[in-house]
Structure formats: structure tokens, C-alpha cells
């Protein structure tokens, strides 16, 4: 008997290269800051909340078993990415080479930030995808009833808008809470963390809103190409599950 073959989804590996790229690039640009205003920010701020966009576009088409391989993927690929540029960055240049100052700017990632910044990733995606799986489920019997009333689509896109938005405030606001404290505490005043944080959680959350409508036709077009929907009954959220998809 012919052994059947696993099919692997194309779209889904595009969406973990995708994903990978945006951390690492997210870590290069966050070494050079910006202002708005009153608003101090980091340039990591225009590609760093796509990768929670694809981590609901994930969790909602392949489950939550998907998303917890793909994060893990993702913070393999960015640590190999820091400690290759430390590396390179602790291995003294040529004599004839002058750009000590500004690679170390760049790949001189400081251990406490680099720390930091894991923690708060692992966390803030976990906690992204779990508000995501829990809210798809809890919503599927609304759904269901719309759906008996022809309003699918209406149901689909507003359902998924709510549950999108809410699990980055939360993942978000969870990576705020690590990273700020753990990376910047003592270096700026402590009544200046709430202000820090809130902006950042604000502004990145208005990001996933206002490219809502493009994220929900991504989702339509994913599950008609890959037939999948998948809705997480009886999976265990263990986040070491790494194999478990």
C-alpha cells in the first residue's frame, strides 16, 4: 500500500520566512530612534507589528499547534541571528576597516536588552495566540448561527476583527510589560515607563487596525487555498509542545 505524503502548505511556509525576516529586521532597525512629537519611539515600530499580524493570520487558519512551531521557529532564527552578529561584532576588524563604531551600533546588541527582548517576545506571542485560539473557539457557535442566516462573511469579518485586536492589545501589552522594565529600568526615570509603554502598545495595535482590512483577505484567501479552518479543541497550550501541530 502506497504510503500516503503529508502536504505541505506553501502559504504557510511564506508566512514563517515572512515572520523570521520581520524579527530579525525588527532587531536591526530598533537601534535607531525616532521622535513624533512628544512621542519617543524606536524605528522597530514599522516592522515589528507585522509579526504579530502573522501570528493571527496563522493561528486562525492552522491552529494553535501552528503558531507555537512558528513562534519557536522565529526565536531560533532571531537568537542565531544576535549571537552571529555578536560574534562578528566581538572579532576585531581589518586595519584598514573604520566602521567599528557604527556596526557595534547595530550587532552590539547589550546581553540585558537581548534578554529582555526574548523574554518579552516568547510571552507576548504566546499570549497573542492564546487570546486567538480561545476567542475563535468561544465564537463558533455565533458563527454558526449567522451563518444559518446568511450573513457569513459579515460574521467572519467581525468576528475575527475583534479577536485580532484584542489578543495584540493583550500580547502586546504583555511584551510592554516584560521588556521595558527588564531592558530599560534604571536607565530611564520609572514614572516614565507607564507613558513609554501605553504609547507603544497604542500605537501598535492602531497598526493591526488600520491594516484590518487587508489582514481579513489574506485570512478568506489562505483557508480557500489550503481548505483549512482549523478550530483548537482538546489541544494542549503547553508552549514546549514545540512538535504537537
Known sequence: MEQEKKRVSVLFMLFGTLFCVCLITANVLETKQLSFGPIN???GIIVFPVSYII?????????????????????????????MGAIAD??????????????????GLAPRIAAASFIAFIA???INAYVMS??????????????DAGQSGIAFARSFSARAVLSTVFGELTDSIIFFPLALGGVIPWEEMPSL??????????????????TI???EFTKKHD???????????????????
Open 227 to 245: 481548505h483549512e479552518d482549523v478550530f483548537d479543541h482538546d489541544i494542549n497550550y503547553n508552549i514546549f509542545n514545540i512538535l504537537k501541530i
Open 90 to 107: 566581538w572579532i576585531p576588524g581589518a586595519p584598514y576597516w573604520h566602521g567599528d563604531e557604527g556596526f557595534h551600533t547595530i550587532f
Open 217 to 219: 483577505r489574506v485570512v
Open 134 to 147: 480561545k476567542m475563535k473557539l468561544s465564537s463558533r457557535q455565533n458563527r454558526e448561527a449567522q451563518t
Open 197 to 214: 509603554m501605553i504609547s507603544q502598545v497604542t500605537l501598535k495595535t492602531l497598526y493591526e487596525i488600520v491594516v484590518l482590512p487587508i
Open 124 to 126: 507576548g506571542s504566546f
Open 41 to 43: 519611539l524606536t524605528a
Open 55 to 83: 501570528n493571527d493570520v496563522v493561528c486562525e487558519v492552522w491552529g494553535y499547534g501552528r503558531t507555537r512551531m512558528l513562534i519557536w521557529m522565529g526565536f531560533a532564527m532571531n537568537f542565531f541571528f544576535v549571537i
